[in-house]
């Protein structure tokens, strides 16, 4: 199936440990994303990157590293979690200015 | 900064009523407007998009939304919902030169009750 798959699924795990979430699209699409949405569901923007390279980097803490190995792949990697990043993170991928694609989820759960 | 407003966090509705969500947006100048709707523990998929052209825009399940440039608005409706329309959803914008940077509201969760 064409689509843009995340994982895991869900991730639970100790305050001050390190983790990453891995994205996929096998859409050709150029750009690719990563959104934080928060336990009121307000959707916000982390990163974007295009054809591998950084385009929009949002206040985040850098403690948040993307990576971008080629085109179809975006990971996010989170050193030292907190409290606070328990969230839902979505990656997204389009191509060029046409509307995104969005992957299921990644639920993020710090105890 | 462009902002995104939907007055409504929540909207409940019987089955075959006619329903609107609110969506206002920030900005004087040309605008993308999306809606984009997320069923529970999904992702976000994109309802209806509004780029240029016509500003009545309609989706495949009989939703449709109308930019209005003078109000500043882009509300969704559907004049008979059903059970399977029970979801959260964003409106969003972006600017037309930098169009992957979108700016989303806080979302409306619709309930469609029996």
């Known amino acids: 199936d064409t689509a843009v798959s995340q994982t895991p699924k869900y991730l639970v795990t100790q305050m001050g440990n390190d983790k990453s979430i891995k994205c996929e699209q096998n859409l050709g699409h150029d750009t690719m994303y990563w959104y934080k949405q928060d336990s009121k569901k307000f959707l916000k923007i982390m990163f974007s990157?295009?054809?591998?390279?950084?385009?929009i980097n949002e206040t985040v803490p850098n403690r948040f590293s993307p990576k971008s190995p080629d085109k179809a792949h975006l990971n996010l990697h989170i050193n030292s979690l907190e409290l606070g990043d328990s969230a839902v993170y979505f990656c997204a991928s389009s191509h060029s200015n046409q509307p995104q694609h969005f992957g299921d989820g990644t639920r993020l759960s710090i105890l | 900064a462009q902002s995104v407003t939907q007055l409504d966090s929540q909207v409940p509705v019987f089955e075959e009523a006619p329903v609107e969500l609110r969506c206002n947006y920030s900005?004087?100048?040309?605008?993308?407007l999306f809606w984009y709707v997320q069923y529970p523990n999904q992702g976000l998929q994109l309802l209806l998009k509004?780029?240029?052209?016509?500003?009545l825009v309609e989706s495949i399940n009989g939703f449709e939304a109308e930019f209005n440039k003078s109000q500043t608005s882009f509300h969704l409706r559907k004049p008979s919902v059903h059970i399977s329309d029970t979801a959260e959803y964003f409106c969003a914008v972006s600017d037309p030169g930098s169009a992957r940077q979108l700016t989303f509201g806080s979302g409306t969760q619709l309930t469609v009750l029996p």
């Open positions: 509004y780029l240029s052209g016509s500003t």
């Open positions: 990157y295009n054809n591998k390279e950084l385009i």
């Open positions: 900005s004087s100048v040309s605008v993308y």
